[in-house]
């Protein structure tokens, strides 16, 4: 503790589940806490694949941070990128100056990684932030607007087919809601084109989509995707990713639009905290949670290597990131009050869910596995559970409710000039 202060200090850099949790265990603790992130608002990135189709707008699943903590006292929030640790000073070096720390949590989540071709990242956007779902939005939209202005076949069938790179439950969940928008939603809003024929294609390099899940649900979810029109390729490695077309497993699929769900990595820790990570990013963590030979520094969330069981790691999903920092707040509470240290962290697993469409999801908890449309409701109450304590979870819940009951996309919009531009770039003038 610094001899010019009387509480600890506690730094957490991410304002996602994991540092969300971790701030909130520290409420009643002698400590003052400070939250550092380069965005103003936490995201609920589970729901990120509905601003992407417009189930839902960018401001149902978003929250300023401050908000979230403007009645607890002991937090203030720095709007800040950071740029780097030093763990010798005990200080996070960011953009806006040095914040001094005698408890550090690292919770800055994961990007999107292409496996070295980086270059994707332009014909194939990810899903992990907001501006993320807003472009994969404009892009899976705008698709259709120039569809309608083509005037030869080949050039609408470009235009109207859809490649998802990965089968997770993003990539499940995006290919089923691209589906469900092409031939449900949009059936009767164009007139020189028919959204039905829209080709949905998910590729997975493994042999099965969503591998987390027990096969029998993996299996069930695939017949859903096709009941929705989605071709699903698995044992599928993708060659090639450009502007106008994709090549997997040697064959090369015409698409203007492209979307990657394929891989995750953890940015910067190596260098902030000067000690080994995987080969995605991740710091092997002690069973408490804080790095080796760096006591004052813990790392939660999907930056965190922690065993699990038969071989695997905890994973990098919202339940453990939870988890993970309501337990790190906890220690560091019980260090500030001289209280024993809890036992070593012990994730309780809450089960799986992934969504395919409307009306149908698969839900895997322990030895019970659900699918169909219980199932579909299941994962929406549970989503609307893990809202409560944000803003407005009825209102998320009546906007799911009324685009279920109306087939409607109430976030239906393509903003600003470069749209229209790009319109008028991708298509022929008539004559």
């Given at each position: 503790?610094?001899?010019?202060?009387?509480?600890?200090?506690?730094?957490?850099?991410?304002?996602?589940?994991?540092?969300?949790?971790?701030?909130?265990?520290?409420?009643?603790?002698?400590?003052?806490?400070?939250?550092?992130?380069?965005?103003?608002?936490?995201?609920?990135?589970?729901?990120?694949?509905?601003?992407?189709?417009?189930?839902?707008?960018?401001?149902?699943?978003?929250?300023?941070?401050?908000?979230?903590?403007?009645?607890?006292?002991?937090?203030?929030?720095?709007?800040?990128?950071?740029?780097?640790?030093?763990?010798?000073?005990?200080?996070?070096?960011?953009?806006?100056?040095?914040?001094?720390?005698?408890?550090?949590?690292?919770?800055?989540?994961?990007?999107?990684?292409?496996?070295?071709?980086?270059?994707?990242?332009?014909?194939?956007?990810?899903?992990?932030?907001?501006?993320?779902?807003?472009?994969?939005?404009?892009?899976?939209?705008?698709?259709?607007?120039?569809?309608?202005?083509?005037?030869?076949?080949?050039?609408?069938?470009?235009?109207?087919?859809?490649?998802?790179?990965?089968?997770?439950?993003?990539?499940?969940?995006?290919?089923?809601?691209?589906?469900?928008?092409?031939?449900?939603?949009?059936?009767?809003?164009?007139?020189?084109?028919?959204?039905?024929?829209?080709?949905?294609?998910?590729?997975?390099?493994?042999?099965?989509?969503?591998?987390?899940?027990?096969?029998?649900?993996?299996?069930?979810?695939?017949?859903?995707?096709?009941?929705?029109?989605?071709?699903?390729?698995?044992?599928?490695?993708?060659?090639?990713?450009?502007?106008?077309?994709?090549?997997?497993?040697?064959?090369?699929?015409?698409?203007?639009?492209?979307?990657?769900?394929?891989?995750?990595?953890?940015?910067?820790?190596?260098?902030?905290?000067?000690?080994?990570?995987?080969?995605?990013?991740?710091?092997?963590?002690?069973?408490?949670?804080?790095?080796?030979?760096?006591?004052?520094?813990?790392?939660?969330?999907?930056?965190?290597?922690?065993?699990?069981?038969?071989?695997?790691?905890?994973?990098?999903?919202?339940?453990?990131?939870?988890?993970?920092?309501?337990?790190?707040?906890?220690?560091?509470?019980?260090?500030?009050?001289?209280?024993?240290?809890?036992?070593?962290?012990?994730?309780?697993?809450?089960?799986?869910?992934?969504?395919?469409?409307?009306?149908?999801?698969?839900?895997?908890?322990?030895?019970?596995?659900?699918?169909?449309?219980?199932?579909?409701?299941?994962?929406?109450l549970i989503h609307i559970y893990f809202l409560i304590g944000m803003k407005r979870p009825l209102f998320v819940a009546m906007n799911w409710f009324s685009s279920y009951v109306f087939r409607s996309k109430g976030a239906r919009l393509i903003t600003g000039m470069e749209a229209l531009r790009a319109v008028r770039a991708h298509v022929p003038r008539r004559r």
């Amino acid at each position: 503790m610094s001899q010019t202060e009387t509480r600890p200090r506690v730094v957490i850099i991410g304002a996602g589940f994991g540092g969300l949790a971790a701030a909130k265990a520290l409420r009643h603790a002698p400590v003052d806490v400070e939250i550092i992130d380069k965005r103003n608002y936490h995201l609920f990135q589970p729901l990120l694949y509905q601003v992407a189709t417009a189930d839902l707008s960018p401001a149902d699943i978003a929250w300023p941070i401050r908000s979230i903590f403007s009645a607890q006292k002991n937090v203030t929030v720095t709007l800040s990128k950071v740029m780097d640790v030093d763990t010798d000073r005990q200080v996070v070096l960011h953009e806006n100056g040095e914040s001094r720390f005698d408890h550090l949590i690292v919770a800055n989540g994961s990007s999107h990684s292409y496996f070295g071709k980086d270059h994707w990242a332009e014909h194939a956007p990810g899903l992990k932030r907001i501006v993320d779902a807003t472009e994969v939005r404009r892009r899976v939209l705008m698709a259709f607007e120039r569809a309608e202005l083509c005037e030869d076949p080949e050039d609408q069938a470009r235009e109207m087919t859809f490649v998802i790179v990965g089968a997770g439950p993003t990539g499940v969940e995006m290919a089923g809601a691209i589906a469900e928008l092409a031939h449900v939603t949009l059936s009767d809003d164009f007139r020189r084109v028919d959204p039905d024929d829209a080709r949905v294609i998910l590729i997975e390099a493994g042999p099965r989509i969503l591998s987390a899940f027990p096969e029998s649900l993996s299996a069930k979810a695939e017949a859903s995707l096709n009941r929705l029109g989605v071709e699903v390729r698995t044992g599928v490695m993708v060659e090639q990713i450009a502007d106008d077309h994709v090549i997997a497993g040697g064959e090369t699929i015409p698409a203007m639009t492209a979307i990657w769900a394929a891989g995750v990595k953890i940015d910067s820790l190596a260098q902030w905290l000067g000690c080994e990570t995987d080969r995605i990013g991740r710091v092997a963590v002690m069973p408490d949670l804080t790095v080796p030979d760096l006591p004052a520094v813990s790392v939660i969330g999907d930056a965190a290597k922690l065993p699990w069981r038969d071989g695997m790691d905890v994973p990098g999903i919202a339940p453990a990131a939870k988890q993970e920092g309501k337990y790190a707040g906890r220690r560091i509470a019980a260090l500030a009050t001289g209280r024993a240290a809890p036992a070593p962290f012990r994730y309780r697993h809450m089960g799986s869910l992934a969504t395919i469409g409307r009306n149908s999801a698969i839900i895997s908890f322990g030895r019970i596995n659900l699918s169909g449309f219980f199932a579909w409701l299941c994962w929406g109450l549970i989503h609307i559970y893990f809202l409560i304590g944000m803003k407005r979870p009825l209102f998320v819940a009546m906007n799911w409710f009324s685009s279920y009951v109306f087939r409607s996309k109430g976030a239906r919009l393509i903003t600003g000039m470069e749209a229209l531009r790009a319109v008028r770039a991708h298509v022929p003038r008539r004559r």
